[in-house]
Every structure is written in structure tokens, then in C-alpha cells.
């Protein structure tokens, strides 16, 4: 489907975003101003100013700046034939193309940096590098008839951005010393704009939206400053007007140019149409508009402030909830997960462009944000470092909210919630002394991402896999790439996998990706049909999602089969596809519990499945200890197999524990092995090292061609054997636990909740459910004098959901838009209007 500027600009306008733009247009002189400032903010953004790198706290990423530069002019001295850099073959593999115009730019950046060293305001270095650029393009780069191989990153994004930043460093020397390469380049990252049209961003295709669309704007925008009156404003308003478009809300019934890409109503974020990557492309495109902001302050081009509330709804519905104690989590991360920076680093991205935010805020969001700030660098284990940040007037901004007195530290929501993100099928329940993560996948949204030879082995991620953070501990002993390093991939915690070895991609197909362009379905290694069957497949689901009341939750995932498996008889017969175990699941999440509900647990195919309870690692010299009692009440300590009624796993070296209570469930295999293994298993480029974990799990065990069967249990963190003993006398209580129907009760809190996930009335305690859905139901006071309910839709498909309360008839006080009461022969009738509500959970209060 085309999309038209003026629908496009009738968009924007209903969206209130187009007053972002200035109307009308500006006398020459004033643009000309405009794009002198827009290139002076840019330098200031990327080597800082005078006053900024004389403060001491930029000490750190200046000496690293010169550093790098200092090694990037060595190997060009030291360059072979056919070299710009020695040992930096080009000609074939774009990645080194893209790292010789990245160390061209870290090249430029040192003589532009003030008080970085001696290479500062060196003009023979900046026309070498000049001359370098000249060099690339005319052997490697500027021929489009031999470019764009491999990767297509790379040529529309990656290396134009390498070589837009670097002009704009050295503008004033280009034009003093090869004043015709800024058109000669940018012709050249036009024409490579091959998903684009006419040498244009296209907001039609798949490759132009969210965070790749953001960067490739900006360049576009820094470009159009470079030419100057010959069309370069035009190009900063269409650019500027493109990139508008990421900061609409995503309305899945109502896509704009077909694009799923973005910011939802919920806090999602989306990339690749179904990639769940808030941790990822998301902080890339936040990361990215910041900057933009603060390259087009005072330029005339944008009234930027318009666009920050935006982004700081962004940063507290959408960053804030995944990140705990400055740690990003794993559900978030897609194919990164295998990366060796820890979610510390990812988090450091976040707090820069936070730091830069509240410098464009103001009012309470700008004090918000500060102590936002504040409250990652006092929680976190491995607080933020700024030299690593990307400005030095940034690590400026954060040593002045630091030291500023006034600035107390807080989070960006209360510390006890429960977060319902349905539109990425990701739930978060966090709590003083623990965060819980879970990961859910549907027919909307992918199982998993692999790509590139990143994330080799990551079958399961999608299926229920769960990561149970615990307050005060160094996550990078507890997750990150150590734990997919040494976790079986058929074992991570929350999982129910068949019995059976895969293979990898590239051990299914010897390479990255599974390649035969001839094929009907034509597979390329950017070909749509790469990305549903190989890269990112979906579920064949639809129920995956759940309900939030007040600070409680409710989640559901009707375990299946990905798309490939679907359509194995389209595939080519040497496709490898593989079958999913099958399994119906709840997790209800309390405040001192999260109670498992599984049924059905089984395989079509008659294999034996595992059901991993949960999975935990530890340094292999850590004391950890393993106790529990059995049913008959004998005491009981591990490894080893179990009819067990609770289970404690306690880490004295971490100070953490983590408590099981097996309410409902077969006898429990526990397991606690020292394993090695290399990061090179998770991810092709990983450095071949060795890792060493103490690998603690916990599994249910389903025979070949058995009876499906079902198991309760529940999750308490931070539990003490006291604790766990007491559960043998409430509060938690099994309603029903079936494919249809899966209920729980809490008495010490009130709460009932219900999933029910087919169609035909469903019944637990009282409350009756029409068709599938998830509700909870909390009654407090004395004789339940005030009633709460909350029902979603999981299914993102039905119109109506009709909810009874058997007893006496109730009266509404509060309710939802689109929350119906009335009475009704058996109860209290709650019809809810959900459609189009994309998992919304819908409210209403009762009373007596």
C-alpha cells in the first residue's frame, strides 16, 4: 500500500505533530543560519565544547578519543597494498568497509575534540582523513554496480553515518580541500538508499521504519545542512517530516503504511514487525532522537520541545518497567541477548539520552528524569560509567544532576506493579526484593530472533521462558550471555521442550542463513520469507496475553508450534522445521508469590517433554545450598529426585534465595552441575572463551507417548525455609488447572484470577467467564464490601467479554470507558467492550 505525503501529513496533524514543524517559509539568510547552527550543535553533540572538556570528568572519554584516533593513523601507516587500515581487507565484506569509515570518523572526532591532545585542530590529519574518504569512495564505495553486497545495513545506514558525522566534523576543511565531495558522497549514499525511492526514504518498506528509519533521517538531516541553499533545506524538512513518523503511536487496527514498527499504547516497542526490542532498537531509536532534538535546538527547523513529552512517556512506560537495579532485561533483547555487553552497558545508552532529555525538558518531567538519573546510578551494581558515553557535554550534564543536592533519587513508577506490555507479548511484575520477566509469543509476535550467527541456539526464549531478578545481586552472575552460554537451551527456566537435539542455522545449512533465491518463496538473506521462517517466526497462537489489577497480574500462553512448522508443506523439503512441545499455561503474580499453572504439557508427535521449573546460575565457587521437605514431611536436600512439597535454592556467596512450593505436581528432578562451555555456542562472533557456571535446575519430566499432564507450583523469591513451610497451610489455592480453564485463589489478599482460554462459559469461585479471557477479581472489606474487577482480552480479537458474580447484586462506583454493570438472576453482570483494546485491561469498582 502507497502511502501519499498529504496522508502522511494528514496523520501527523491528527497526531498534533505537525506543528513540530515550522509553517511558512524563511528569508535565506535565516536558513543559512539555521544549517550553520544545526553543523555547530552536531560538533558540539560529538566532540564536546571548549567548556565541556575542560571540565575533569571528560578527562576519561578525551584520552580515549586520541587513543583510538592515535591507532587508527598507525595502521593506516602501516597499510598494505589494497589498504586503508593495515589488515582491513576490503572489497568483499561490507563490516570492514563500514569499520574503515567508522575509524575515519574516530580519526576526525580527535581533531575536532577539544583538549583530546595534540591531534586537536591538526588540518594535516583532517585532509588525510579527507583524503581517506576520497580514497574509499573512488575504489570501494562509489561504483554502485559493485557495492551493496551482503549486509543491507551497512550501505543505508551504518556507513552513511560514518560518513555523514565525519563531513560534518570537517566541513570547513572539505570545502577548503575537496569542496566537491560532499555531493559526490552524498549522490552516493542516495543511489545506496536501494529500499528507498528515488534515492529517498520510503515509508512503505519494511527496512524504513522505527529506529532504522530515525537514523537514516539524520543523516539525512546532517546531510542537507552539508549542501547548503542547493536543496539542502528542502532535504532537512522532507527528512525532518519522515522521522515524525516514529513518534506516532503505534494503532494496530489502524497501521500506517502497513508499518507494526514503534511505540504502542502500552509501553511496547516493536522492530523487525514482530520482535519484541525495547532493549535494542528501542534505545537505539531513543538514543537517536534525543540527539536529534539537541542537533536542531535554536536551528529554526523544528521546535523540538514539542516532541518531549513524547519521548519521556516513552522512557517511563516503556524503559523504566524493563530495567531493574540499572539492569536491562533479558525479554527485551531479541538476537542481542548473545552479545557480550552486559544489560548494564545497555542501560548506560538509556541514561545518556535521559541526561540529554532533561536538559530539553522542563517542569516536573525534567526533575522526574533527574532523579530517574539518580535513582539508576544508587541501584545499580555497576553504575553507569560516562566515559562511555557518546558526548562529552553529556558526561557534563550527568555529573551536575549527580552533585546536585536537590535532586533526590526515584524511580519512574511505584516499586511494587505489575506490567501487562500485551502489544510485545512481555510481562514484568516487580516488587521490593525481586523483578519478574516473562516472555510470551503469539501469531503476532516472534518466538524469538536470530540473525547473523547471533543467538545460535534460541528455540524456546518465546515459550514462557522466565527471569527472576533479584534485588541487590550482580545480574551479569545470574544472566546475560553467561547464562545462554551455559543453560541448556532446552532447559531455560519456565520452558516446557521436547526431548530431542536441534541443529543451528549454520549447522543446518553451513552458513548464516538458509539461502535458495529460486525457490517460489524466494529465500535471501533479506528476503521476507528469511524473516518469517528463519530469523524471527511467530507462534500459531492467538491466547498470549493477561490482565493487571492495581499492582497485580495475570498471564496466559497457550504453548505452540512457529509458522514454520505451520507451513512445512510450502517449504522446500530441505527446509528443516521443527515441532513444538504442547502446553497451556497461567502465571498469576502476587505479591510474595508467582504461581505456575500448566496443563496439557505433552507432544502431538508422542515425545518425551521437560518442563523446567526454573534455572539459575552461579559462580562455580559460590555456597549454594539445596533444601526442601517432602510430601510425608521428611526433610530433604539436594540434587536429586523428589516427591518434594517445597524446595529452597540459597546462594550464601550472592546472599540470595529463592523458594519452590510444589502445589500440585509430579516428583521433581533437581539438578546442580558445574558446566563450561564457549560464549562462541550463543554467538558466531563471541570471542572463543571459556565460561564456567554452577547450573541449578529444576525439571518435570514427561515420558514418551504419556498422558499429557499438569503441575502447580509457585515461584517465592527471597524465601526463607519459615516461609516456605507455612505454605502448607494456605494462602494459595488451585481453583482449576486444565486446557480450558486455569483459576487460582490468594486469601490473604482477596484475589481470585481466571484465565479461561476456549470458547463456552467457565466458572471458578464464583465468577463466571463467556468465552476466553483473563480476569481478576479482588474483594476487600469486611464481607468483600468492595469489589474490584479487571478483565482483558488475550486474544486481541473479541468485541465483548461478559463477566458474573455469583452472589449478591453489586453496585458500580468506578468504571472503565466501556465497562458495563448489571444485575442479573444469578449475580452481578460485567459486560466489557474489547475490541480494538490490544490487551487493555478494562476496570470497574463494586460495592455492596
Not at 562509489?142 to 555523514?164: A, P
Request: glycine content about 10%; hydrophobic content about 40%; aromatic content about 8%.
Amino acid at each position: 500500500m502507497e502511502i501519499t505525503r498529504r496522508r502522511l501529513l494528514t496523520a501527523l496533524s491528527a497526531a498534533g505533530l505537525l506543528a513540530v514543524l515550522p509553517a511558512g517559509r524563511v528569508d535565506a539568510a535565516t536558513a543559512a543560519k539555521g544549517r550553520a547552527r544545526l553543523l555547530a550543535n552536531t560538533v558540539a553533540v560529538l566532540a564536546g565544547t571548549a567548556a565541556s572538556n575542560a571540565r575533569p570528568e571528560t578527562a576519561g572519554r578525551l584520552a580515549a578519543v586520541e587513543r583510538t584516533a592515535r591507532a587508527n593513523l598507525k595502521a593506516m601507516d602501516d597499510a598494505g597494498e589494497g589498504e586503508l587500515f593495515a589488515g582491513l581487507a576490503l572489497g568483499t565484506d561490507e563490516a570492514n568497509l563500514n569499520t574503515a569509515y567508522r575509524r575515519l570518523y574516530e580519526t576526525a572526532l580527535a581533531t575536532r575534540a577539544p583538549g583530546s591532545g595534540g591531534l586537536y585542530g591538526d588540518t594535516a590529519v583532517q585532509r588525510r582523513v579527507i583524503d581517506g574518504l576520497a580514497w574509499l569512495h573512488e575504489r570501494y564505495y562509489g561504483d554502485q554496480t559493485k557495492g551493496y553486497y551482503g549486509n543491507w545495513f551497512h550501505w543505508e545506514i551504518g556507513i552513511s553515518q560514518h560518513i555523514t558525522k565525519t563531513l560534518v566534523l570537517l566541513a570547513d576543511e572539505v570545502r577548503a580541500h575537496r569542496p566537491e565531495l560532499v555531493r559526490t558522497c552524498v549522490a552516493s549514499m542516495d543511489a545506496y538508499l536501494r529500499n528507498g525511492t528515488d534515492g529517498d526514504v520510503n515509508l512503505d518498506s519494511r527496512f524504513h521504519t522505527g529506529a532504522n528509519l530515525a537514523d537514516i533521517t539524520t543523516n539525512r538531516v546532517l546531510q542537507g545542512a552539508l549542501l547548503g541553499e542547493d536543496g539542502g533545506d528542502a532535504r532537512i524538512r522532507k527528512a525532518l517530516t519522515d522521522q515524525l513518523t516514529v513518534f506516532l503511536t503505534i494503532d494496530p487496527y489502524r497501521l500506517r503504511h502497513g508499518v507494526t514498527d514503534g511505540h504502542y499504547a502500552d509501553g511496547s516497542f516493536i522492530q523487525h514487525a514482530s520482535v519484541a526490542y525495547t532493549g535494542s532498537y528501542g534505545k537505539g531509536l531513543l538514543s537517536r532522537v534525543v540527539q536529534t532534538l539537541k542537533i536542531l535546538d535554536g536551528t529554526g527547523f523544528a521546535h523540538g520541545a514539542e516532541l518531549v513529552p513524547t519521548v519521556y512517556a516513552w522512557v517511563r512506560d516503556g524503559f523504566a518497567p524493563l530495567i531493574f537495579e540499572g539492569w536491562m532485561m533479558e525479554i527485551v533483547k531479541g538476537r542481542a541477548v548473545a552479545r557480550t555487553e552486559s544489560g548494564y552497558a545497555d542501560v548506560a545508552v538509556v541514561v545518556e539520552a535521559v541526561v540529554d532529555l532533561a536538559s530539553l525538558a522542563s517542569g516536573t518531567e525534567a526533575t522526574a528524569l533527574k532523579s530517574y538519573v539518580k535513582h539508576l546510578g544508587t541501584t545499580s551494581r555497576t553504575a553507569p560509567d560516562p566515559a562511555r558515553f557518546v558526548s562529552p557535554v553529556s558526561i557534563v550534564r550527568h555529573a551536575d544532576i549527580i552533585a546536585d543536592a536537590s535532586v533526590p533519587p526515584a524511580g519512574l513508577g511505584p516499586a511494587g506493579r505489575s506490567v501487562a506490555f500485551n502489544a510485545m507479548d512481555k510481562t514484568v511484575h516487580r516488587r521490593p526484593g525481586y523483578a519478574f520477566a516473562l516472555a510470551r509469543s503469539s501469531d503476532r509476535i516472534s518466538k524469538y530472533e536470530y540473525m547473523n550467527g547471533e543467538n545460535l541456539m534460541p528455540w524456546f526464549q518465546g515459550d514462557g521462558a522466565h527471569y527472576l531478578y533479584l534485588s541487590g545481586q550482580d545480574q551479569t552472575q545470574a544472566y546475560g550471555v553467561d547464562y545462554f552460554t551455559t543453560v541448556s537451551p532446552y532447559g531455560l527456566a519456565g520452558v516446557t521442550a521436547p526431548v530431542e537435539q536441534r541443529r543451528t542455522v549454520p549447522e543446518s545449512y553451513g552458513k548464516t542463513y538458509y539461502d535458495n533465491p529460486g525457490h517460489p518463496l524466494h529465500f535471501t538473506p533479506s528476503s521476507e520469507s528469511q524473516n518469517k521462517y528463519v530469523y524471527f517466526p511467530r507462534g500459531t497462537n492467538d491466547w498470549s496475553g493477561g490482565a493487571v489489577l492495581g499492582a497485580y497480574g495475570a498471564a496466559g500462553l497457550v504453548q505452540s508450534s512457529d509458522a514454520a512448522y505451520r507451513d512445512r508443506a510450502l517449504l522446500p523439503d530441505d527446509f528443516v522445521v521443527y515441532r513444538g512441545a504442547r502446553a497451556t499455561k497461567s502465571w498469576f503474580l502476587f505479591d510474595e508469590e508467582i504461581v505456575v499453572l500448566a496443563a496439557g504439557v505433552g507432544d502431538a508427535g508422542g515425545r518425551a517433554v521437560t518442563t523446567t521449573v526454573d534455572a539459575r546460575v552461579a559462580a562455580p565457587d559460590d555456597r549454594v545450598t539445596l533444601t526442601g521437605a517432602r510430601r510425608d514431611g521428611r526433610a530433604w536436600s539436594g540434587p536429586g529426585t523428589g516427591d518434594l512439597r517445597w524446595l529452597r535454592y540459597a546462594n550464601a556467596t550472592q546472599g540470595t534465595a529463592v523458594g519452590y512450593v510444589f502445589l500440585d505436581a509430579p516428583p521433581v528432578r533437581v539438578t546442580l552441575e558445574r558446566v563450561t562451555r564457549s560464549r562462541r555456542v550463543v554467538r558466531s562472533a563471541n570471542p572463543d572463551t571459556p565460561v564456567t557456571r554452577s547450573v541449578f535446575g529444576v525439571t518435570v519430566h514427561g515420558a514418551a507417548d504419556e498422558q499429557p499432564k499438569r503441575l502447580a507450583y509457585a515461584l517465592v523469591p527471597n524465601a526463607t525455609e519459615g516461609r516456605l513451610r507455612a505454605h502448607r497451610h494456605g494462602p494459595l489455592g488451585i481453583l482449576a488447572n486444565s486446557p480450558r480453564l486455569q483459576a487460582v485463589t490468594h486469601s490473604g489478599l482477596g484475589l481470585t484470577a481466571v484465565n479461561s482460554f476456549t470458547s463456552g462459559r467457565h466458572e471458578a469461585a464464583g465468577v463466571r467467564v463467556g468465552g476466553p479471557a483473563s480476569v481478576l477479581v479482588r474483594r476487600r472489606g469486611r464481607d468483600g464490601a468492595t469489589t474490584t474487577v479487571a478483565v482483558s482480552d488475550p486474544t486481541m480479537d473479541r468485541d465483548r467479554i461478559t463477566v458474573l458474580l455469583r452472589g449478591r447484586r453489586l453496585r458500580k462506583v468506578t468504571a472503565d470507558e466501556g465497562v458495563r454493570v448489571s444485575r442479573d438472576p444469578g449475580g452481578t453482570r460485567i459486560d466489557v467492550d474489547t475490541r480494538h483494546a490490544y490487551g487493555k485491561s478494562f476496570t470497574v469498582t463494586l460495592c455492596n
